[in-house]
């Protein structure tokens, strides 16, 4: 494509300002960049649009040159065009300078490898050296403007790669010296040494001779790659950490180095070179300066912050915010060492005054104030970081700074927390001073509350009397003096117009408990005391959902029941049914009821009946704690904007039962059933309170007959449970898996649904004893039953290991219970009876030292190997 | 201490976007420094639409005022600087320095040099005070000698020439955007001494001197017990130094006759290069004696080639140049109005011009006006609901003037008469206009012997002086009235 004309550049870049993302992405975006440069060239664009070019390259160097190589591509040819111009005035030298210097700084290309940077930085540090370049590179005309230029190119190079122009110190102060232009040399000078500073102490390297070397040492030019690289492409905060000067002791140690007295005197030498003809620079740059020296000479050894004094006197009698805000940071940076308590009490006073000052404009003046709140004082008393009045900002310097209704919201805001402070420190106030600042806030709510209460009045006036009423209950949260009139005035205030009931439930939501919990007793009255057909209906309706609740039931049903034949619209209708549904939260359950079925009855809109209905369905079945839950706020967000479907989400949550992980972990412990069914006795354990515990079972296989649930009414953990007896059916005689299933209640009021792990019956388990014989005739009791297993049953011989207690104690431990005859310690009979109807007899008789023969009867094949198994793994139970 | 990007908007109430974005420039160096140092809590600069919408959103400048929006209106957002925090795309842009001033809005975004959250106190910024001096200069630029939209559009457009000599980078150089003016309309040749950066040529011709005094008197009257009337006069001193040399030393002086009242609350241009400490302390925060400091007041400087505002003061005079009353009580369906005007004998009687605006606030035009006065005459716009004394060029030999009557009022109708939350029932005010040519209400002066220059040729010195009432107010005495703090201490 051949050069665009110049009206089709300026509608193109119309076009990429309105929207640079809608640009780029559209057909002309990918090529603006390659045009733009190209461009440049043309003779056939005039210098006006050319600069145009330029000043979007300016502005959006990364739109048109997206990454690293297109950037270096960009700056290359910026160069090259800037080269190629005809050695006569041309308003496009400085211009291009800059592009090209934004272009690398901004593309991310500036560094040691990049071509285009290492033409830039020789070029740039001889404009501002003011060298001769050749070839009439610059006409004399341009020289000065370039040199400037060429020095605020460095500076920003320097700003994003700092400790570049290290080694270019010693030539820097020496251009000052002599007749380079001031400013843009203080300034370049200022920052460079600020940032060598820092990154020499972080190495613990000293200055050497930089500060004196006219060229550098590390020859390759003076720009400083490896100081650049030991600064870890780390940028320098202008003031780290202010809040913590005070305080800091870890940043003080971090930046106290030690320089060799001849480093110290030439680095004092320079800080006193550039505030010596700081008045030369405009106020801009001269509180630039003093930000980067104040917090450079922080904490440095050998150069005393005495070097600013002379400054300060001129400097406190501007107006100008840049240098006055520069005076408070070199006083944070310096503190005591440089601001004795008079220049503080000084400082204070020029600052009070500046705050208030009617030849400065509104926004100084707010400024000032934020300034006033937060004045690093010499010795602070407060809390970090909080807005408080100084110590030496009494009652009346204050005079003047107090808030008044003529004064616009921001301006009486501002005032007004001063306002508050003075209150709050004021507790011991003087009776019959007058006139107190509490009566005096006092008074100035009230006007504020008469301007919200204003029919026409804009949103605004409400606005700030509700800001106001909040930062007042923030400031002197806990004094009934204030707060009791600030309660019936707002209450008084909704009376008057009730339409701000948005305000008062926003407030009622960001306030303490302490304020809240009145205003919304008051509040209340205030609405349930007029029922009946009103215009504020709406409002009211809106004001009682927030502040309904157990107190004073009957007053606000028979206001709702008022005012339920005058909804007649969907919106009032939802409005109604919303009090209705936070008195269901508030747990009111009697005269609701006969609402509720009122309303579901005869609402007009079918929605507002089918609300009407699902809270009396769920007033008359769920219980109060659950019914809270269940109307709470939805714990998920809403898909939808809509509330409905966030109140659906919400019982969703709270009427579904949740799956949750195990809150109740289950044990078996010991069995001893003693009646004519094997009971397993379990050990519950709670990690959380858990309320209306169902602990549901299911035996794998149906070897039983179907498990009851069993119930707790609650467990806490720390809290030892009662076991719970979980009789089993077998149905037949053999151990079993059980599925356990817990379902329970949490203290939330969220059913919950967990799966535990399995519970296993062991064969032990199922055992019970035979009833004892009439008589005591062990011996042919036990005869008759092992004589019945055959011819049916089974027989068998087991080796049962013994181990170190013996036989007895094995059968004390395990067997005690169905013992039918013993003569200890060698002889045992054992019968038993395997629910539902088997028997397991043994005889342990003539044990050795390691075991136990055992011969054993059952009428159950089935059983033979479980018992077995089991008499084989006794010695192991042990 | 560098700002991301500014803008400057005009604000159009009534149509669809409330606003139009009339310049804008946005600094990648320091963006991209702004991305490093804000680190997780970086919110990149939005493109102007999505700033413009927010923006007026935030300073309550769209139309939609009308329904409650709780990231506006909720009370717990309070702004107490002109410092703003901007909600775009689900993220907050912080901080955003922006005013409105004759529907235009400033705005910038000042680099803040660490993380973002949680929020460092705006005082530990070095990028705000820039921010705003910088805005200040752009409106100082826009606004002096301007007088209609095409020169304010001729002025947006060499914005961005100028602010690539002002602030090429992001970093302001110099607030005053007309010495970068100078300097691209006529390169300055190199200088064998040192030239400050504020000042980018010479003078050449007849060296003169010229000072001017304006002072503002304003007053709040209430003609009630237990209420302090309260008055205060605030200063400008404006010169114009057309002297040869490069850094021409000058002293100028203010002075004041024997019973003068001295000049407090001294803020300076900063080219003063020292400032006597008397000066410095002289305070109206401290309670007023004898000993108070009462000039001549000495300011030694280096001028700039243009016009600059030497110093500004305040000062409490004894009594205020206009006393009052004015009691309003409504009768029925009309009020009745009383108005008393006293000129203080030491006041100069020789007005540019005079009179009191008495408007009526919250009502229907009027309909219905008898009256009486015993000097000047009254002008009625009954639309406006405003009632207008001229009272001309002198007060009476008597000293004392008098208006009284009564006024009836139509129908409200809101389009045409203006409404305003302070003066509600009773409550009204008289405001009072009045401008006094060579006079001072302090007696401040300048003269010949006033200025000193230390530099080749005699100037001529011209001295000009005048006396303007701002903020003139005297209220209702039979109303409620809003006072001030300083009203209590009696």
């Keep these: ?36 440069l190209g461009d440049l060239r043309s003779e056939k664009l005039n210098e006006q649009t ?3 070019l330029l000043a979007l390259s300016l502005e959006y160097p990364a739109q048109l040159w997206p990454d690293v190589s297109a950037a270096e591509v960009a700056a290359t040819s910026l160069l090259d065009t800037l080269v190629l111009l005809p050695p006569r005035p041309s308003a496009l030298r400085r211009p291009l300078l800059l592009a090209a210097t934004t272009a690398l700084a901004a593309g991310g290309a500036l560094g040691p490898t990049s071509g285009a940077s290492c033409r830039l930085l020789p070029l740039l540090l001889g404009l501002a050296a003011g060298s001769d370049l050749g070839r009439g590179f610059v006409p004399a005309s341009e020289q000065r403007p370039l040199q400037a230029t060429a020095c605020e190119c460095l500076r920003e190079l320097e700003s994003c790669k700092p400790g570049l122009l290290g080694g270019s110190l010693g030539l820097l102060r020496g251009l000052l010296g002599q007749e380079g232009p001031v400013q843009p040399l203080s300034l370049l000078l200022a920052l460079a040494l600020r940032n060598t500073l820092v990154l020499q102490s972080r190495v613990g390297a000293g200055l050497g001779g930089l500060l004196t070397d006219k060229v550098s040492p590390t020859g390759g030019g003076p720009w400083d790659w490896t100081l650049v690289e030991e600064g870890d492409g780390r940028l320098q905060p202008q003031a780290p950490s202010w809040p913590a000067a005070e305080e800091g002791e870890g940043e003080r140690s971090l930046t106290a180095r030690e320089h060799s007295p001849e480093e110290a005197r030439e680095l004092r030498a320079a800080v006193i070179q550039l505030l010596d003809t700081s008045y030369l620079l405009t106020p801009v740059a001269q509180a630039q300066l003093l930000w980067l020296l104040g917090w450079a000479l922080r904490g440095l050894q050998g150069q005393p912050p005495a070097l600013f004094k002379p400054q300060l006197v ?44 009617p030849a400065l404009p509104p926004p100084t003046h707010l400024f000032y104030l934020h300034c006033l709140l ?148 008051v509040l209340r009255q205030e609405v349930v005391s007029r029922p009946g057909r009103d215009e504020a209906l709406c409002w009211h309706l809106k004001m009682l959902a927030k502040v309904a609740d157990g107190d004073a039931q009957s007053a606000t049903l028979n206001f709702l029941q008022a005012a339920a034949a005058h909804c007649t619209n969907w919106d009032l209708q939802q409005g109604l049914l919303r009090v209705c549904r936070a008195l269901l939260r508030a747990g009111v359950r009697g005269g609701l009821v006969d609402l509720l079925q009122v309303l579901a009855r005869q609402l007009e809109d079918p929605d507002g009946r089918d609300h009407a209905r699902l809270y009396y369905i769920l007033l008359a079945h769920l219980a109060g704690p659950k019914l809270g839950v269940a109307l709470g706020p939805s714990l998920a967000p809403p898909a939808l904007a809509s509330s409905l479907v966030a109140e659906n989400q919400g019982f969703v949550a709270a009427l579904m039962v949740q799956e949750a992980p195990a809150l109740v972990r289950l044990s078996v412990g010991s069995h001893g059933g003693k009646g004519p069914l094997p009971v397993l006795k379990l050990q519950p354990e709670a990690l959380e309170p858990i309320y209306s515990l169902e602990l549901r079972f299911r035996v794998e296989g149906q070897l039983y007959a ?51 792990p399995p519970l296993f019956v062991n064969f032990a388990d199922l055992f019970l004893p035979f009833p004892k014989p009439p008589g005591g005739a062990g011996l042919g009791f036990f005869e008759e039953l092992w004589d019945s297993c055959l011819p049916e049953g089974a027989e068998s011989r087991v080796w049962c290991p013994l181990g170190p207690q013996g036989l007895e104690g094995l059968v004390s431990h395990h067997l005690e219970p169905f013992v039918v005859v013993a003569q200890p310690p060698t002889s045992y009979y054992v019968a038993i009876h395997l629910p539902p109807n088997s028997k397991l007899l043994l005889r342990l008789e003539a044990a050795l030292a390691d075991g136990v023969p055992v011969a054993l009867r059952t009428d159950d094949w089935a059983v033979l190997p479980l018992a077995g198994d089991y008499l084989r793994g006794l010695a192991a139970a042990l | 201490m560098a700002q991301r990007a500014v803008w400057l908007i005009s604000h159009e109430p009534g149509t669809p976007l409330c606003g139009t974005v009339r310049f804008s420039r946005r600094y990648p160096t320091v963006e991209k420094r702004a991305r490093v140092f804000n680190g997780a809590s970086y919110v990149p600069i939005p493109e102007d639409g999505p700033f413009l919408k927010a923006l007026l959103f935030e300073l309550r400048l769209l139309d939609d005022d009308k329904d409650f929006v709780e990231s506006r209106d909720s009370c717990s957002r309070i702004n107490k600087t002109s410092i703003y925090g901007l909600l775009i795309g689900g993220e907050e842009l912080w901080p955003v320095v922006a005013f409105l001033k004759n529907d235009i809005i400033y705005a910038c975004v000042p680099l803040v040099e660490q993380t973002l959250s949680p929020r460092p106190p705006l005082i530990s910024v070095s990028g705000v005070s820039q921010g705003f001096e910088f805005l200040f200069g752009i409106q100082d630029f826009l606004y002096s000698g301007q007088k209609n939209d095409s020169e304010l559009n001729t002025k947006l457009s060499q914005l961005p020439d100028l602010l690539l000599q002002a602030c090429p980078f992001g970093t302001l150089l110099d607030a005053n955007l007309k010495n970068s003016l100078d300097n691209t309309n006529f390169a300055s040749v190199t200088q064998p001494q040192k030239q400050p950066a504020w000042k980018t040529g010479t003078y050449k011709g007849k060296p003169q001197v010229s000072i001017s005094i304006t002072e503002k008197v304003k007053s709040m009257q209430y003609d ?52 006597d400490s008397a000066i410095l302390t002289s305070s109206s925060i401290d309670a007023m004696d004898d000993s108070a400091f009462s000039g001549p007041y000495k300011f030694p400087l280096t001028p700039p080639l243009e016009s600059f505002n030497l110093c500004y003061y305040t000062s409490q005079v004894p009594v205020p140049p206009i006393l009052g009353f004015y009691q309003m009580k409504e009768e029925e369906v009309q009020l009745r109005i009383t108005i008393n005007l006293k000129l203080h004998e030491s006041v100069k009687n020789n007005f540019e011009f005079c009179e009191a605006h008495i408007p009526f606030y919250n009502r229907g035009p009027i309909t219905h006006l008898e009256y009486k006065t015993s000097f000047g005459q009254l002008e009625v716009f009954r639309e406006k609901s405003l009632l207008i004394w001229i009272i001309g060029q002198k007060f009476p030999k008597s000293m004392e003037i008098s208006l009284s009557g009564t006024v009836t009022f139509g129908a409200k109708s809101h389009e045409k008469q203006p409404f305003d939350p302070i003066c509600i029932g009773e409550t009204a005010y008289l405001k009072l206009h009045f401008r006094i040519l060579d006079y001072t209400l302090t007696g401040c002066y300048a003269d010949q012997h006033s200025v000193q220059v230390f530099a080749s040729g005699k100037p001529k010195i011209s001295a000009y002086r005048k006396l303007i009432s701002s903020d003139y107010y005297i209220w209702n005495s039979k109303a409620p009235a809003p006072v001030t703090y300083g009203s209590l201490l009696l």
């Excluded at chain 1, 805000?325 to 005054?353: I, S």
């Design chain 1, 706 to 756: 179907p498990l009851e649930a069993v119930h707790v009414p609650c467990l806490c953990p720390g809290r030892p449970a009662r076991p719970l007896l979980l009789p089993l059916q077998p149905r037949c005689p053999a151990p079993a898996r059980l599925d356990v299933h817990a379902l329970y209640t949490t203290s939330t009021g969220l059913t919950c649904h967990a799966h535990l």
């Design chain 2, 224 to 275: 009630k017990q237990g209420i302090a009337d309260t008055w205060q006069v605030v200063g400008t001193v404006t010169c114009k130094c057309d002297l040869e040399g490069i850094m021409p030393n000058v002293t100028i002086s203010l002075n004041l006759p024997t019973n003068g009242s001295p000049l407090q609350d001294i803020l300076v241009h900063p080219c003063v290069t020292s400032l």
């Design chain 1, 50 to 52: 050319k600069v145009s």
């Design chain 1, 374 to 521: 937060s004045f690093p004082e010499n010795w602070p008393l407060g809390p970090e970081g909080e807005e408080a009045a100084p110590l030496l900002l009494g009652p009346q310097l204050c005079r003047g700074l107090l808030p008044s209704l003529l004064h616009d919201p921001m301006a009486l805001l501002a005032r007004l927390h001063l306002l508050c402070l003075l209150c709050a420190e004021d507790e011991e106030e003087e009776k019959g001073q007058l006139p107190s600042p509490r009566h005096y806030l006092e008074e100035l709510l009230a006007g504020l509350r008469q301007r919200a209460a204003l029919d026409e009045g804009p949103r605004a006036l409400a606005t700030v009397c509700f800001q106001a009423s909040y930062l007042v209950t923030r400031c002197l949260a806990g004094q009934p003096t204030v707060l009791t009139p600030l309660i019936h005035g707002l209450a008084q205030l909704y009376r008057v117009r009730p339409m701000l009931a948005s305000h008062f439930v926003d407030f009622l939501d960001q306030v303490d408990s302490e304020l809240r919990e009145p205003l919304k007793v």
């Design chain 1, 1 to 36: 494509m051949g050069p665009l004309s110049r009206d089709a550049w300026a509608q193109r870049l119309g076009a990429f300002r309105a929207s640079p993302s809608a640009f780029m992405a559209g057909p002309e975006g990918e090529d603006l960049g390659r045009d733009l």
């Design chain 1, 314 to 357: 001129r400097l406190l009698g501007t107006a100008q915010l840049t240098l006055l805000h520069a005076v408070l940071a070199l006083k944070a940076a310096f503190g005591e060492a440089l601001f004795t308590a008079q220049d503080e009490a000084l400082l204070l006073r020029r600052l009070t005054l500046a705050a208030q000052h």
